[in-house]
């Protein structure tokens, strides 16, 4: 089992960007993907992003043009870069493998009943 590090978190205004970080030593081509999630004060954990092995990237609707997901294979880093930061992006931040992602026809919605080696997350606050 491995528990990733995430890294990155800060207090930023509104419009601001932050680059998260978590550590992936595991995640390979053939690897099933990694996602990173947030948790706001109060609110069930929800998916943010995620990456699959093959490259495809999967990106929830209310960050949708503002988040991007990449993999860095030579860090072993898996990276969140967020810009145009909005005081509800504020929450704990976390990273874990095995994301599930469904498309509606709209939007990607992610099941994290499955998602295993939890990092212990990174507190992103964006004040207005």
């Known amino acids: 089992q491995e528990q990733r590090v995430e890294s990155g978190g800060d207090s930023v205004q509104a419009g601001g960007s932050l680059r998260l970080s978590c550590t992936a030593p595991?995640?390979?081509?053939?690897?099933?993907?990694l996602g990173w999630f947030r948790q706001a004060p109060g609110k069930e954990r929800e998916g943010v992003a995620a990456?699959?092995?093959?490259?495809?990237?999967r990106v929830g609707d209310s960050v949708k043009g503002r988040f991007t997901i990449s993999h860095d294979s030579a860090k072993k880093m898996v990276y969140l870069q967020m810009n145009s930061l909005k005081p509800e992006d504020t929450g704990m931040y976390y990273c874990?493998?095995?994301?599930?992602?469904?498309?509606?026809?709209?939007?990607?919605?992610?099941?994290?009943?499955?998602?295993?080696?939890w990092g212990q997350g990174t507190q992103v606050t964006v004040s207005a």
């Open positions: 874990g493998a095995e994301v599930h992602a469904q498309y509606d026809g709209s939007k990607w919605s992610f099941d994290l009943s499955a998602v295993r080696d």
């Open positions: 595991d995640f390979t081509p053939s690897s099933s993907s």
């Open positions: 990456i699959y092995g093959d490259g495809h990237t």
